[in-house]
């Protein structure tokens, strides 16, 4: 089967370079934390949404993302150390930080969950300087993207400016003072949740209102960094009623797009018999959708890294070049890597904070098994659709089908809390939260559509509900065939395309 596959690479490749439309990706590295359990100092309810959102949102957007939550600053540093390494040789490095930040003398400081700063001197040792992450992305020869959601009200700089006494303490600012960029790599670009000396928001939803903005225009199609954050910039003014206006520090040498779309077009009109299947979808690397499909099910069933490497070569920025990436990283890991995850998920720490494995952390991606189902992309036809209680109704929900909704949004980093197969307010605020990160319209309510590309996203990792049955004093479990049935025609079905126009 190896040596089909090599033969079949090498006439794909001879006929991609013949039509002259192979196309090499850019690499993109990014690192996300997200700080909001504090152990001295009141938590924040959004960082650690805010953070896992967004590390979902640049997975899709093809980055290797590493990726951390409730972090003290030993693993801050060591998380921070992973990625400096990992982003030396990429195209676009990206840093997103939500939690406590605060200004003193005019430098910028994040705060890990277990900063205390009950001297002066502490914060050199508790707090890490904005200007030392930069530091580390500029050792790169790349464009550097920062985005920091850091200028909640701070209780702990009071704490701070009553150590340094009354004649200092006046330094001291609950909001991120404006930074000067240095001219290195390709430029570096710095947007701050709000303007410089301000306390941005943490907001009552799922997420805060830059993170949310974010979320909604960061994955825009052939858009210019620039203009996404002007889009930033006017929801977050209109969401916070004019009391929060975000600011950015730019100096580019060229555009920025994080999500460029090349679609072919058609080389002539009498080239498409009038009887012939509907024009070929647009995916990712401007390729048809069934040869990618093709090497890349060759390459899971040799299950060979040279297989899936070959994949990359032909399709870099294809519909499941990050599938073929992780199953890289997985068989890499399976033969004696020393590739290990950067940092857990924040629930599998009952005190909230993350401890980070003693052997070097790696991309977040890692984490995730590729061997399951291939992941539905969300087409623009399906942004486009607004959900409601008719759509769902479609899907003819009981309540074990609803538990495993349920378990699949806590899956994939939308907290619905217990999963019991009764939905309430939480279990809707997490299929917005869900929807918003994805680009759909945030209505809470789903769809069939919806519920595949949901399904397809979190296959494997879920745990499975089956509601219980009352019968007399006693409880026992029942699989539900109908919801068997149902999910099982979902899996056969997520390669057939339907949701893929465009």
């Known amino acids: ?79 921070l150390r992973d990625f400096t390494l990992a982003s030396r040789e990429s195209d676009v490095n990206l840093f997103f930080y939500a939690g406590h930040g605060m200004s003193v003398n005019g430098v910028n400081y994040l705060v890990p969950v277990d900063a205390v700063f009950a001297d002066e001197t502490a914060l050199d040792f508790e707090a890490i300087a904005v200007d030392f992450v930069t ?4 050792l790169s020869d790349a464009v550097s993207l920062v985005f920091l959601d850091a200028c909640r ?65 960061l994955d825009a199609e052939n858009t210019d960094i620039a203009e996404v954050f002007t889009r930033v910039t006017g929801d977050v003014y209109q969401a916070t009623e004019m009391q929060q206006r975000p600011w950015l520090n730019v100096s580019l040498t060229g555009p920025v797009m ?16 009038p009887a012939a299947p ?44 990050n599938n073929a990436r992780r199953a890289i990283r997985r068989l890499e890991a399976e033969g004696g890597s020393t590739l290990q995850a950067s940092a857990s998920a924040r629930a599998s720490s009952a005190s909230g904070g993350v401890p980070i494995p003693a052997a070097p952390a790696t991309s977040r991606s890692a984490q995730i098994d590729e061997v399951g189902p291939l992941v539905v992309p969300v087409s623009a036809t399906l942004r486009s659709l607004p959900t409601s209680a008719a759509t769902e109704a479609e899907l003819d929900l009981d309540r074990t089908l609803r538990g495993n909704i349920q378990s699949r949004l806590n899956a994939a980093g939308h907290n619905v809390g217990v999963v019991d197969g009764q939905w309430g307010g939480k ?3 997490g299929i917005s939260s869900w929807q918003t990160v994805n680009g759909l319209i945030p209505t809470g309510y789903l769809s069939l559509p919806q519920y595949h590309v949901l399904v397809s996203q979190t296959e494997g990792r ?17 699989n539900n065939n109908n919801n068997n049935n149902m999910i099982g025609a979902v899996i056969g079905g997520i390669i057939g395309g339907a949701l893929l126009s465009r």
């Open 1 to 79: 089967m190896t040596i089909t596959l090599r033969s079949f690479f090498v006439c794909m490749s001879f006929l991609l370079s013949a039509t002259g439309a192979l196309a090499y990706g850019e690499r993109k590295v990014a690192l996300v934390v997200g700080n909001g359990a504090y152990q001295h100092a009141s938590p924040l309810a959004n960082p650690a949404n805010d953070a896992q959102a967004m590390a979902n949102k640049l997975e899709a957007l093809g980055f290797e993302t590493y990726a951390g939550f409730d972090l003290t600053k030993f693993e801050m540093e060591r998380l």
């Open 135 to 138: 530091r580390q992305m500029s």
């Open 153 to 217: 009200d701070n209780p702990l700089s009071a704490s701070l400016s009553r150590s340094m006494g009354s004649t200092r303490s006046a330094a001291v600012s609950n909001g991120l003072a404006e930074m000067k960029i240095a001219n290195t790599g390709r430029g570096m670009a710095i947007a701050f949740a709000t303007s410089p000396g301000e306390v941005a928001l943490d907001g009552d939803g799922v997420n805060s209102p830059f993170t949310s903005a974010l979320l909604r225009h």
């Open 258 to 273: 994080l999500n460029p779309v090349t679609r072919m077009e058609p080389t002539a009109p009498e080239a498409v018999a």
């Open 278 to 321: 509907a024009a070929a979808v647009a995916v990712p690397g401007g390729q048809g959708l069934e040869a990618q499909q093709l090497l890349f099910e060759l390459a899971r069933e040799t299950g060979s890294i040279d297989d899936y490497r070959a994949y990359l070569e032909s399709f870099p920025q294809g519909l499941f070049a």
């Open 427 to 429: 279990t809707r605020a």
């Open 462 to 478: 879920y745990t499975p509900y089956t509601a219980p049955v009352y019968t007399g004093s006693q409880t026992k479990r029942s």
